[in-house]
Structure formats: C-alpha cells, structure tokens
T-cell receptor, first 113, second 113 residues
Framework: KAGVTQTPRYLIKTRGQQVTLSCSPISGHRSVSWYQQTPGQGLQFLFEYFSETQRNKGNFPGRFSGRQFSNSRSEMNVSTLELGDSALYLC????????????FGSGTQLSVL | SQQGEEDPQALSIQEGENATMNCSYKTSINNLQWYRQNSGRGLVHLILIRSNEREKHSGRLRVTLDTSKKSSSLLITASRAADTASYFCATPGLGGSGDKLTFGTGTRLAVRP
C-alpha cells in the first residue's frame, strides 16, 4: 500500500496570501488529521475529518480550515497568512478512530515571508 | 497545550548504549503511544501500550506504563546511529472515536558512532 502523500513538500508564500495543502491518505483509511509543528509550540492538533465531516477541531483561528472529499483525500487552507504560520504541516491517516495508531505523511514545510 | 512532557529534552549517547526517555501526562488515558521523527520528516509509529498493560516490547524497544504516576518510559537497547531522531509520546483523551492524539514535547536523541 502506498503511504500518506502530502503535496507540495515545500512552499514559500508572503504575508497576506492564502495557501492550500493536500493530503492523500492510505487507501481505505477514512480518518485524516492535520497537525502544525513549530520549534516553539511543538505538535499542535488542527482538525480531524472522517467521512467528509469534521469530527474534532483544535484551538486555531478561523483562518485555518479544511475539508475532506468522498475519496478521503483532504485539503487544508490557510487564509491571510501571517509570519507565525511558518511551520511543518503534517497530515496523518487512520482506518477509523483518530486516537490510535496514526500514519503520517512527510509534511509540507511552509515558509511565510 | 501539551498533554505529555518528555524528559530529557535532549540525550546524547554512544552507539551500543541504551537510551531511556520518559513521558509524563496529565489526564486519564486508554492508551499511550510512542513515535519517532527524523529531522523535518513525518512521524513514524513505534509502539502502543494500553492502560491495562504495564510493559510492552517490540524488537529493541521496551515501553513501560505506570498509570498511577501518569508516566511512561521508552527504552531503546543497543542503540545505533540510525536511531538518531526525535521521540514523542502521544496520548488520546477518553472519549472514543473522534478523539485526537496530543503529543508531548519530544526528546532529541543523538547516537554517536
């Protein structure tokens, strides 16, 4: 089975722009979770989707949004980028529940200038 | 906010030595997991231990869980240079499906050849 695929691998944007990140989960996995990783804050949970529905959401502003498609692929969007949004964004999938073994992608490294 | 706190933050050992890292958490859990992350990449699941288990082994890994002290330890025996990575503990809350994993602050392990 192919692993979790995240695109793009690297992204450079300027303040005020918006960005869309993509995640293709492992075939058959219906849960997709997104995390933000920064040196200062560590790994922070953004949100989790299951069967196209957001099941859980972290403490991030409304500029951060996501969605999941019928094939379980997921996208996250960040609007009006700020310098502090520079981070490694990680996507993880699992067959069902999001609190057992997660399979992570390699991440998208976002730099906001 | 972080559920788990790892200790030490950084560890440097010689190849062949054992590495022990600890994790403390705050709330009741039904399982605790350990993940490894190579620099700038995604996380890889290592082992899951359930709240009714006290010890679990997987290859050179040994994990213990003490729910009365809300702590866990990960022991890597006979370390290799390839074990150089950051190690995170992760815990879900109690709540069934739709829950999320909260990650600790991580231990950076350096294994010198």
């Amino acid at each position: 089975k192919a692993g979790v695929t995240q695109t793009p691998r690297y992204l450079i944007k300027t303040r005020g722009q918006q960005v869309t990140l993509s995640c293709s989960p492992i075939s058959g996995h219906r849960s997709v979770s997104w995390y933000q990783q920064t040196p200062g804050q560590g790994l922070q949970f953004l949100f989790e989707y299951f069967s196209e529905t957001q099941r859980n959401k972290g403490n991030f502003p409304g500029r951060f949004s996501g969605r999941q498609f019928s094939n379980s692929r997921s996208e996250m969007n960040v609007s009006t980028l700020e310098l502090g949004d520079s981070a490694l964004y990680l996507c993880a999938s699992s067959p069902g529940t999001a609190n057992e073994k997660l399979f992570f992608g390699s991440g998208t490294q976002l730099s906001v200038l | 906010s972080q559920q788990g706190e790892e200790d030490p933050q950084a560890l440097s050992i010689q190849e062949g030595e054992n590495a022990t890292m600890n994790c403390s958490y705050k709330t009741s859990i039904n399982n605790l997991q350990w993940y490894r992350q190579n620099s700038g990449r995604g996380l890889v699941h290592l082992i899951l231990i359930r709240s009714n288990e006290r010890e679990k082994h997987s290859g050179r890994l040994r994990v213990t869980l003490d729910t009365s002290k809300k702590s866990s330890s990960l022991l890597i025996t006979a370390s290799r240079a390839a074990d150089t990575a950051s190690y995170f503990c992760a815990t879900p809350g109690l709540g069934g499906s739709g829950d999320k994993l909260t990650f600790g602050t991580g231990t950076r392990l350096a294994v010198r050849p």
